[in-house]
């Protein structure tokens, strides 16, 4: 069985300031883990994702993910938010022996002028 | 540009009356999904089409059913809508490979029984 956490339904945050969206998950397997965005009256639209390799991924728009093994999280960052990076974020998990992506209820990220 | 396009976006139907939803990819993508989404929650998977196999959720209604008549498009059927089948609906294509699996988004319907 595979499940995703995301912990926060909101993060607000200043704009220029950093921001984490936090992400964990569980898997009996090895891990595929993807964070996507939704604007409102949208899809879901792919940021960035972890398969293997380096452990810090680098994705759209500026964000980036650190995939932790031991802590089996995969936290979403930027150093510095914009307005315009305002929207709902989710989580995903494939375990590699899964058919199918389980997605996290969503993190709701704000960012204030 | 490739992409998934999901027609219309905006459907409104009565209780009861079968509605059609429809979505085609320009990705050649070989896996298709439906998703339901309500109120900002997570999607939920209705159901997938691996190539040519269709794979349903367990807890997906009979009211839903689905058609891929070919590898570009991909239809969503709802028999008998019920008040409670309101939501968005979304289409997502993948291209199942070692170093993939990431799904790729159309807009979404929005549907609306009355």
């Known amino acids: 069985a595979q499940s995703v956490a995301q912990p926060e339904d909101q993060v607000n945050v200043a704009e220029g300031n950093p921001l984490t969206v936090k992400c964990t998950y569980s898997?009996?397997?090895?891990?595929?883990l993807f964070w996507y965005v939704q604007y409102p009256n949208r899809g879901l639209q792919f940021l960035l994702k972890?398969?293997?390799?380096?452990?810090l991924v680098k994705g759209s728009y500026g964000f980036e993910a650190e995939f932790n093994k031991s802590q089996t999280s995969f936290h979403l960052k930027k150093p510095s938010a914009l307005v315009s990076d305002s929207a709902l974020y989710f989580c995903?998990?494939?375990?590699?022996?899964?058919?199918?992506?389980?997605f996290g209820d969503g993190t709701t990220l704000t960012v204030k002028p | 540009d490739a992409m998934v396009i999901q027609n219309p976006r905006y459907q409104v139907t009565q209780f009861g009356k079968p509605v059609t939803l429809s979505c085609s990819q320009t990705?050649?993508?070989?896996?298709m999904y439906w998703y339901q989404q309500k109120s900002s929650q997570a999607p939920k998977l209705l159901f997938h089409?691996?190539?040519?196999?269709?794979?349903n959720e367990a807890d997906t209604p009979d009211n839903f059913q689905s058609r891929r008549p070919n590898t570009s498009f991909c239809f969503l059927d709802i028999r008998s809508p019920g008040l409670g089948d309101a939501a968005m609906y979304l289409c997502?294509?993948?291209?199942?490979?070692?170093?993939?699996?990431?799904?790729?988004f159309g807009p979404g319907t929005r549907l609306t029984v009355t």
């Open positions: 898997v009996s397997g090895n891990p595929y």
């Open positions: 972890y398969i293997t390799g380096d452990n």
């Open positions: 089409y691996y190539d040519k196999d269709f794979n």
């Open positions: 990705l050649n993508h070989n896996v």
């Open positions: 995903a998990v494939r375990d590699t022996n899964a058919g199918k992506s389980t």
């Open positions: 997502a294509t993948s291209y199942s490979s070692a170093s993939s699996y990431e799904q790729y």
